[in-house]
């Protein structure tokens, strides 16, 4: 008897990078990882134009526009290469929005530094792992050395506990998130769509919407916990 996993298996295109060799996925996980922090450093790089303050709102709401549309393209095209394509030249737009909309997020309060902790520890590991690479190792080593980091840094900062708090949470979180997505994209990207995948560390936050009703006809259709 066969028993069906507890969750859907991953959306796959032909010729994912996960069909390739092993050199050849460790080669775009290190390229997406090093894109992706050089992206951080142009959103945070941003966040200091000289631009009028209008609260969190409106850039939220814009780079979520962003985000979605460019979920509903790959939708749309997700077999067809020319997706790739439109998300590599939407990347700028999606930086743009991002910059604003953390420089706002930051003039609130909000401790938006402490994440980039956790993608510098991420890249760390990806050199220093060689060819050893492990998703689980680099969550788990990034996450502690992330977390001694951050922690050190507000000790030396004396910002308070609650402060404190949100920071460690959101390095944890984000980390988590850009693991569990970067080990999951590569499903649906092939090796020369590196910036496309970039992209998709940064939409893909919206998955959560698709995913929730996917796993619910996944336990309908194989009855999981069904009495």
């Known amino acids: 008897m066969i028993v069906p996993n507890y969750v859907p298996e991953p959306l796959e295109v032909p010729g994912n990078v996960t069909e390739e060799r092993y050199p050849v996925r460790l080669a775009f996980i290190r390229r997406v990882s090093l894109l992706h922090l050089l992206s951080v450093g142009v959103v ?27 979920d509903l393209v790959r939708i749309q095209k997700r077999r067809e290469i020319v ?15 991002a910059g604003w909309w953390i420089r706002e997020l930051s003039l609130a309060g909000a401790a938006v530094w402490a994440p980039l902790v956790g993608i510098l ?3 760390l590991y990806t050199v220093l792992c060689r060819n050893d690479y492990s998703f689980v190792g680099c969550w788990v080593l990034s996450l502690i050395g992330s977390t001694v980091a951050v922690a050190a840094l507000i000790d030396s900062t004396m910002l308070g506990s609650t402060y404190a708090a949100w920071a460690l949470g959101l390095n944890a979180a984000y980390l988590t998130y850009h693991v569990y997505d970067l080990a999951s994209l590569m499903a649906r990207r092939r090796k020369g769509e590196t910036l496309a995948a970039v992209v998709d560390l940064y939409r893909d936050v919206f998955n959560i919407f698709g995913y929730i009703p996917r796993v619910l006809a996944h336990w309908r259709k194989h009855r999981i916990w069904a009495k």
């Not at 200091?48 to 969190?56: E, K």
């Not at 790739?84 to 743009?96: H, T």
């Open 44 to 70: 945070a790089g941003l966040t200091f134009l000289p631009v009028p303050s209008v609260g969190w709102a409106v850039p939220s709401a814009i780079l979520a526009g962003i985000l979605i549309a460019l």
């Open 83 to 97: 997706e790739a394509s439109i998300s590599a030249y939407a990347l700028p737009l999606v930086l743009l929005a």
């Open 121 to 123: 520890a991420v890249n």
